[in-house]
C-alpha cells in the first residue's frame, strides 16, 4: 500500500510539474531569434545599432537567464550593439547533451554564434559563473575578445562544494526523478528568499523575479543543466586558471567586497595579480549582483573600455597606413 501510494504521489507530483513547465513558458516567452551551433540552439536578443561601437555580448552567470543583464543592456544599447544570449541549456537555449556543461564547451558554443551573427571583436561582460566562461573564451578564441568585464566572477577552484541537492540533481535516475517531480512546486515556494540572498546585503528589485524569468530554472531539462554546471565549474576553472597570464586582453573586473556567493578573496584578487592587464573595482558594502547595485557605475566602465579600445583600433589603423605609405 505505502509503494501505490509513494507512486501516486509522485506521479501527481509529475503531472503538477508538466502542468507547471507549460505555465511558465507561456508567461515567459522567447524574445529573441534561435541560433543554431554544434550541439546546441542558443536564444540570443540584439538590441542597439550594428554601426555603434564594438559590439557587446552580456552573459549571465548560474541559476538565471539572460533578462539577469537586462539593466545593462538598455544602457548600452543607446550607442552600442548589445547581444543577449541565454547560455545553453538555460533559458530558451538548449544543448543536445547536458554533459556540455563546462566553460570550455560553452565557450565554443557561443563563438560559433558569434560568428554567424558577424561579430568580429567584442566586450564578452559576464557574471558569475559566466566568468569563467568568458576567460575561456579570451583563451580559446583571442581574435573574438576585444576585452572582457567581469562581475563578481568565478574563476579558481574554491574549497567546499556547490550543495547537495545539486550533486543530487547531477546524478542519474535520482537526478531526473527529482527534477520532473518536486522541484518545481518547491521552487516556486522557494524562488523569491533564495534570489534575495543572492541580493543581499543589496535588496532585490521588487518585480526581479517576474521580470527576469527566474523561474524558468525549475524546468527540468534547465535545472538538470544548471546543476551539472555547478557541480563540474570546479575542475573547469582547475584546469584553465594556470593560463590566466596568457590573457592580452584588457580586463576590468568589479565586485562587492562582501560578495558571500562568490569569494573576492579566492577569485577576483588572484587573477586581478595573474592576468597581464587588469583594472580591479572593489565596491564597499556591495554584494553579488553588481549589476544592480552598482549599475551605472559598471555601465561607465564598459563603455570607458569601448572608448580606449576604440583609440587603440584607431591608432592601430593610422600606424598602418604610415607604413603602406613608407
Known amino acids: 500500500m505505502l509503494i501505490v501510494i509513494a507512486v501516486v504521489a509522485l506521479g501527481a ?17 522567447a524574445q529573441g531569434k534561435m541560433i543554431e551551433v554544434a550541439g546546441a540552439t542558443l536564444h540570443v536578443v ?78 564578452v561582460v559576464a557574471h558569475s559563473w559566466a566568468g569563467a566562461l568568458g576567460l575561456r573564451m579570451a583563451l580559446d578564441d583571442p581574435g573574438r575578445v576585444a576585452g572582457l568585464v567581469l562581475l563578481a566572477p568565478v574563476a579558481y577552484p574554491w574549497s567546499g562544494g556547490v550543495g547537495r541537492y545539486n550533486n543530487w540533481i547531477s546524478t542519474p535516475v535520482i537526478g531526473p526523478l527529482l527534477a520532473h517531480t518536486i522541484t518545481l512546486p518547491l521552487g516556486l515556494l522557494a524562488t ?10 543589496q535588496p532585490m528589485p521588487d518585480d526581479f523575479v517576474g521580470s527576469s524569468a527566474t523561474q524558468l530554472l525549475l524546468r527540468p531539462r534547465e535545472f538538470i543543466a544548471n546543476a551539472r554546471d555547478l557541480v563540474t ?18 580586463i576590468t573586473i568589479i565586485i562587492g567586497d562582501i560578495d558571500k556567493t562568490v569569494s573576492t578573496n579566492i577569485h577576483s584578487r588572484p587573477l586581478a595579480a ?14 553579488h549582483m553588481v549589476q544592480y547595485a552598482a549599475t551605472d557605475l559598471v555601465v561607465a566602465e564598459i563603455e570607458a573600455m569601448a572608448r580606449s579600445l576604440s583609440g587603440k583600433a584607431t591608432k592601430d589603423e593610422r600606424s598602418l597606413s604610415q607604413a603602406d605609405e613608407r
Open 46 to 123: 540584439e538590441r542597439g545599432s550594428r554601426e555603434a561601437g564594438p559590439a557587446i555580448v552580456l552573459l549571465h552567470g548560474a541559476s538565471s537567464n539572460l533578462h539577469a543583464m537586462d539593466v545593462l543592456a538598455d544602457g548600452l544599447a543607446k550607442t552600442h550593439r548589445v547581444i543577449l544570449i541565454d547560455r545553453p541549456g538555460h533559458g530558451w537555449s538548449t544543448r543536445a547533451h547536458v554533459e556540455d556543461s563546462t566553460p570550455a564547451i560553452q565557450s565554443r558554443m557561443i563563438t560559433e554564434a558569434l560568428a554567424k551573427l558577424g561579430v568580429g571583436k567584442a566586450i
Open 233 to 250: 565549474l570546479k575542475a573547469a576553472v582547475a584546469g584553465q586558471s594556470p593560463r590566466y597570464a596568457e590573457i592580452t586582453a584588457p
Open 192 to 201: 523569491t528568499s533564495g534570489v534575495r540572498g543572492v541580493f543581499a546585503p
Open 274 to 287: 595573474t592576468a597581464p592587464n587588469v583594472k580591479l573595482i572593489v565596491l564597499p558594502g556591495m554584494g
Open 13 to 29: 507530483l509529475a503531472l503538477a510539474t508538466q502542468i507547471g513547465v507549460v505555465w511558465l513558458e507561456r508567461a515567459f516567452p
